[in-house]
């Protein structure tokens, strides 16, 4: 092949990437959009202390939903990458995958059904019509595993960025249909948002194309991979949510000011949010290079991220300071008892947080899934140690938020150091 048709072909290639770049930014806008447009909607629609249930199921299905079924979008993404950058098929391990995710899914409903008096007295106000719609939303994140992960492995960019556009639509219109018909009740928006994942992943299904057969890959092998990936995000999702939960179950007596903190979280949050989808993206392109032993590109693809990191970060901590305010004063009032400082500290801990995925996408490309699980379960053991400190509620989840981001970052930049040097 000559230098001038590698030219082309690599034009054409960086052409693609732009395109699918460009495709994901717009659905991740529409997510974004659909959820503060959720949290911003219902808080004009129920009463404080019932916006703070719903405030705690939205968070409860980023834990529950995308904690236990990114693991399976990930390692799809990453076996299907590696497959191509090996030129193998990988059908019957992506097939694997998804008996896995069905008994996953199995599991996960057990268990809600096994706690769901208790999550609904202490965390839902005795309202079980969210966890239904906490239930609804774990199956939509179990069917669009397959899709997504199937997408990011092959490249298929445009394709992922639609079932993430898809999903925000999920979310966002049966709320739309619920204000236009006048509906508060909470009950309705928790069930809404919940079968709406679920139709917005099933409408995905259609475009998958599972490709030729290819080899068996060990049941032991695939059901560790996935397992530590589960634990891990898990306990990452974890970290980067449960906050507000805290403290909407440890401040019962004053529920509004917990609806108030959760709004908040979600505020500062948004530069990381932007960031959401850049594991799945990421994880493609570090795993090519660690399966061709290129140690050298991976360092450049941290690099990179790590200087997007930097810049949303920058932008996010001043914005959240700035304007955070002004928006919470606008919902709730001057009386919301949040301020800069507490903004401020929220979006350091956003930036905190999307180091963690980057970090988390190259110790993965290098299969180190213990790593990864052991940094999230010391940053989730400091989480829970900030919340036994003598501190009021909303202290103590702005320190455990900050604390335990930073704790987790420094494990995972000490382990990925050693494990780059090798």
């Not at 079924?69 to 391990?93: D, H, K, M, W, Y």
């Not at 004053?254 to 959760?262: E, L, M």
């Not at 450049?300 to 991220?305: C, E, L, T, Y």
């Not at 919902?331 to 507490?342: E, K, N, Q």
Request: glycine share 12%; proline share 3%.
């Amino acid at each position: 092949m000559s230098q001038t048709q590698l030219a082309d072909e690599s034009a054409v290639s960086a052409q693609s990437v732009a395109r699918g770049a460009s495709s994901i930014i717009a659905g991740l806008a529409v997510l974004g959009a659909a959820g503060y447009a959720f949290l911003t909607i219902t808080a004009k629609m129920v009463t404080p202390a019932e916006y703070a249930t719903l405030a705690s199921l939205y968070l409860l299905i980023v834990v529950f939903g995308a904690g236990v079924f990114n693991s399976v979008e990930l390692e799809i993404s990453r076996l299907v990458s590696r497959g191509i950058a090996q030129g193998r098929p990988t059908g019957t391990a992506v097939r694997q995958l998804r008996l896995i995710a069905a008994g996953m899914l199995a599991g996960l409903l057990l268990l809600l059904a096994a706690i769901a008096n208790p999550l609904s007295d202490r965390v839902f106000d005795g309202n079980h019509w969210l966890v239904l719609g906490l239930a609804a939303a774990c199956v939509g994140y179990a069917v669009i595993s397959l899709p997504r992960g199937t997408f990011a492995g092959r490249g298929q960019l445009r394709r992922y960025a639609a079932t993430i556009g898809g999903e925000g639509l999920g979310r966002l219109l049966p709320c739309v249909v619920l204000v236009v018909a006048g509906v508060h009740l909470a009950s309705a928006y928790g069930i809404g948002i919940g079968v709406g994942l679920l139709l917005a992943a099933v409408a995905c299904l259609p475009w998958v194309r599972l490709g030729p057969v290819g080899e068996h890959v060990p049941w032991r092998g695939l059901l560790l991979a996935v397992g530590w990936l589960a634990a891990s995000n898990l306990l990452s999702l974890g970290l980067a949510n449960l906050g507000p939960v805290m403290v909407k179950a440890l401040l019962s007596d004053d529920p509004g000011r917990a609806g108030v903190f959760a709004f908040a979280f979600v505020l500062a949050r948004i530069p990381q949010f932007l960031f959401t989808s850049a594991q799945t993206v990421l994880l493609p392109v570090l795993s090519r290079a660690a399966a061709t032993g290129d140690h050298r590109l991976l360092r450049q693809g941290v690099r990179q991220a790590a200087y997007l990191v930097s810049g949303l970060g920058v932008l996010g901590v001043l914005g959240t300071a700035a304007l955070g305010g002004f928006v919470l004063r606008m919902i709730f009032g001057d009386a919301h008892g949040i301020g800069a400082l507490d903004l401020a500290l929220l979006a350091l801990s956003a930036v905190f947080g999307m180091g963690m995925a980057v970090l988390q996408s190259a110790l993965l490309a290098l299969a180190r899934h213990r790593a990864v699980t052991a940094a999230y379960a010391v940053g989730m053991v400091s989480f829970l140690a900030c919340f036994l400190l003598p501190m009021e509620p909303v202290a103590a989840g702005l320190t455990a938020q900050l604390v335990s981001a930073v704790a987790t970052v420094a494990f995972m930049y000490a382990v990925l150091r050693r494990a780059a040097a090798d």
